[in-house]
């Protein structure tokens, strides 16, 4: 599976955005997706994942209520629905597949992973 992840970019705190990311493959439907981003001399955190068929989705603390992750399996795609940004959610984010149908917040147990997009949040 190859990812590439879009949809970033500068907002202003309280702003939205939503990142796209399109996965190569016929079988993307067999795979759980993820979210996770990374800020400057933080490690990589977890941020949302959505499960194969898409009927159930996980989200770090920080993120309930402000973020949403959806998929379709048709297109091939992943979204994640940025809304009420704070300048803290400055990071680059990246889409990432697990070859297991369940949610997971697990880093390592994710396979493959995008490229990466910036999201800035000034405040």
């Known amino acids: 599976v190859q990812l590439q992840a879009s949809g970033g970019g500068l907002v202003r705190a309280g702003g939205s955005l939503r990142l796209s990311c399109a996965a190569s493959g016929r079988t993307f439907s067999r795979y759980a997706m993820g979210w996770f981003r990374q800020a400057p001399g933080k490690e990589r955190e977890f941020v949302a994942a959505?499960?194969?068929?898409?009927?159930?989705?996980y989200y770090a603390d920080s993120m309930k209520g402000r973020f949403t992750i959806s998929r379709d399996n048709v297109e091939n795609m992943v979204y994640l629905q940025m809304n009420s940004l704070k300048a803290e959610d400055t990071a680059v984010y990246y889409c990432a597949a697990a070859q297991i149908s369940w949610v997971t917040n697990d880093l390592t147990r994710y396979d493959y992973w995008g490229q990466g997009t910036q999201v800035t949040v000034s405040s």
């Open positions: 959505i499960s194969s068929s898409g009927l159930s989705t």
